[in-house]
């Protein structure tokens, strides 16, 4: 989608200047069979590229399709050049903005009005057309299409969106179970199930510094980091692969370990060390270092225990629980 292009071509006039968009991008074929679904054809125009189409979707009827082309503006604000949501407005005058823009129009009335009557009205037959013109998802891998003015928010969430491997030498790309899947295979990274809502219990050993967890109902990557915190205590921590890091955070962890030696000289009840966050997300999660987190678990070395093969390696007892902070899909 090509809106930052948009909003430079408005800021040469008149903000309003491309209200009516050039007839020629819009083709419709009208005489297609019945029984087929509605679609709409969103073509984004790049000077710099030469032009170049999008395919969207828009359901009307379900028993017909109509393939047309669209003019990227008809679908953002010449205002504000974010892509309209409902509810949109028209001026008497056949001008149009978002919602936004409109409370901040004196008045509430539209600025390009010269005689000053242009009130703004909602605009129902574009809310319908916003409501319905759908794209699909870029990233491979993901099937979706998804309603045109919520395109950015699926694509920071969705599960394909492109990680990176950040081992030595390795240029591997791909979406965050692919790279779970890479970890594993190729860098012999461990894998856990983890069940959301619920605890897990593992023995991490502290040579080992990574332990890749992956959500049992979505499939969901997650890595925990273990290193040392100096000579006075191991580091723990974890993180979320997505590809769009910058997006707030969708899961909190609670971790923690119990110093089962101290439980009989306390009646019974064992020490603990406990650290809750919002978890981050990272695009190159292999690259993460659980002490330069922002958050982790400080464990001391008496809260260690002897490894399962008996020999001097430590390992933490580690309690893990991981919940979904928001309610969201991909």
Known sequence: MQGAGAAEGRSRGSPWAMDKPDESAKKARLDLPDGHLVKQELVAHDAA?????????????????LAVKIDMCVLHCPLCALPFKPPVFQCKGGHLACGGCVAQQPSGQCGACADGCGFFDPCPALDAVVSSTRVQCPNAGCHRYVTYHQADEHRSACAHAPCRCTEHGCGFVGAAPDLAA????AHSVPVRPIHYGKVSRFQVPVSTPRLLLVGDDDGRVFLLTVGALGAAATAVSVVCARGSAATKPRFTCKMWVNLTASAAAN?????????????????????????????FLAVPPVYLVPGADGGDAMEVPLNVRIDKALPWSD
């Open 182 to 185: 890479h970890l594993s295979a």
């Open 49 to 65: 590229a030469g032009g170049g189409a999008v395919v969207a979707v828009a359901e009307h009827s379900p028993r017909a399709e």
């Open 267 to 295: 009646g019974g009840k064992a020490d603990i060390v406990l650290v809750e966050m919002q978890m981050r997300s990272s695009t190159s999660p292999s690259a993460v270092v659980a002490a330069g987190e922002p958050t």
